[in-house]
């Protein structure tokens, strides 16, 4: 599950990787700094990812981070970047991972992909 | 530019589904609600609207009533017409108010948005001019004695204004807060306009009783008074013209000229830039994202960059309202919002 997600965790300034399920669920989280309000967010997500509808992909700057989304048939992928990090690159990353996010079908599930990371 | 309908009910759920279903042509129009009729009212005077989709049957001012309300101050907007209760009688005693057209419940998300859509599309349905003399041009609607109704922008699009023609005459005018004589000699006085044509007229009231060319010639005087005026007294003169509307005449242009100098400063031309337009219909999207922020102690949303898959994309900037700026999707993203960010800080 996280070998999927390594190559952008590694990058420079990559402070963390979440896979939500296009219901807000989540299907795996990954930070590289800590997260102070890491039991609010699965509380959080069903109401974000709702917001979401008919994105395709998005490239966010706000005032402390950059954030990309990217959905996939059953997802969202969310990169959280510090301002050091290289949104090409991230994007790049995602262009690569998204056939295999695609791939899962909706009889497997993601879930059985991906290992729920609390 | 993105439209805006507002939708009348006093069913809340109604209204939070149709909202909901309707977000899927935000490309097309962007929906507005309010409950009542008064709260209609009020929304009409505080932007600006292409179309009003109204239930009969409502608390404090009744449909009937906001198609009136509508027809004497606000003609160049259609009224569509959805009601639970129709009977023939309603529906002749809509059409005969100005109504364009009656929905009767139950519907289906679809029908609405193709009777919102089809509606829309007769704003031009008598075609499109850019970069014309609006005195020229207004002289040929009155010697071809068109019946129409007219939207015309100036170049900047920071005013706009709309004219009513019937058999080639000039019944009403409207810009900013002026009607009638007032708001003609304002309009004639723009150099350059962009305009619609639509291939009908609701106004019922000659508001203007001098022909044509007096107007004209009259614009023209107030025009070269003003200019002379101007160049004798040094001083900002924005403040003192009438917008259209308050939110997007005064307050809206200088963020949206802001943004647009800054582009074009930076990339001269290429910057794959369509359109920059104010639209609260991604303030949905703007909170998601804040809240988003809020748990990585991110911050706010200062600008972003997002494809729906469309033949455009939007790039967001809120502000005290969300600033949306059309792209090309071959755009050279990645610069433009290194210039967005270069601003924030």
């Known amino acids: 599950m996280k070998d999927l997600f390594n190559e952008i965790l590694a990058m420079e300034d990559i402070q963390g990787v979440l896979l939500l399920s296009s219901e807000g669920e989540t299907i795996f989280k ?78 497997k599930g993601l879930r059985q992909i991906f290992k729920r990371s609390r | 530019m993105i439209k805006r309908v507002l939708i009348v009910d006093d069913d809340m759920e109604m209204l939070v589904s149709l909202k909901d279903g309707l977000s899927r042509y935000a490309e097309t129009f962007s929906v507005v609600t309010a409950l009542d009729g008064l709260m209609a009212a009020e929304e009409l ?26 027809m004497e101050y606000y003609a160049e907007i259609p009224v569509l017409i959805i009601t639970g209760y129709s009977t023939p009688e309603m529906e002749r005693m809509a059409r005969e108010g100005g109504a364009v057209g009656y929905i009767a419940k139950p519907f289906t998300i679809e029908d609405l948005a193709r009777r919102i859509v089809t509606t829309l599309r007769k704003e031009a349905e008598g075609g499109t001019l850019h970069s014309v003399s609006s005195a020229i041009f207004l002289q040929l609607m009155e010697m071809e ?43 004639f006085s723009w150099d350059e306009v962009s305009l619609n044509i639509q291939n009908s007229c609701q106004q019922k009231t000659k508001r203007i009783k001098r022909d044509l060319q007096a107007i004209l010639l009259e614009a023209m005087r107030l025009k070269d008074e003003r200019r002379q005026q101007d160049e ?7 403040e003192e013209e009438s917008g259209l509307d308050l939110v997007e005449t005064q ?68 502000r005290e309202k969300v600033i949306v700026i059309s792209v090309n999707p071959r755009c050279p993203r990645d610069r433009i919002m290194e210039v967005l960010r270069a601003q924030e800080r």
């Open chain 1, 30 to 107: 990954e930070f590289n700094v800590p997260v102070r309000k890491n039991n609010e967010l699965d509380e959080s997500f069903h109401e974000i990812v709702k917001s979401f509808n008919g994105i395709r992909e998005a490239d966010l700057l706000l005032e402390k981070v950059r954030v990309y989304i990217r959905k996939s048939n059953m997802s969202y992928l969310i990169v959280i970047m510090g301002s050091f990090a290289s949104a090409a690159m991230v994007r790049l990353s995602c262009d690569m991972i998204l056939p295999s996010l695609n791939d899962a079908k909706a009889g």
């Open chain 2, 45 to 70: 005077k505080r932007i600006n609207l292409s179309l009003v989709v109204t239930d009969l049957k409502m608390p404090n001012l009744d449909g009937f009533s906001l198609l009136a309300h509508i």
């Open chain 2, 232 to 238: 004798t007294v040094p001083g900002p003169k924005e």
């Open chain 2, 145 to 187: 004695e068109r019946t129409c109704t007219i939207r015309l922008f100036e170049k900047t699009g920071r005013r706009r204004g709309v004219l009513f023609f019937r058999d080639g005459e000039l019944l009403d005018a409207k810009t900013g807060g002026l009607r009638g004589e007032a708001a003609a000699y304002e309009v």
């Open chain 2, 251 to 318: 307050e809206g242009p200088s963020a949206i000229e802001q943004l647009m100098d800054v582009i074009n400063k930076e990339f001269k031309q290429g910057s794959g830039v369509e359109d920059i337009y104010y639209d609260d219909s991604w303030e949905g999207l703007v909170s998601g994202i804040n809240t988003l922020g809020a748990v990585f102690e991110g911050g706010e949303l200062r600008a972003g960059y997002v494809d729906r898959g469309e033949s455009k994309d939007f790039i967001l900037v809120p």
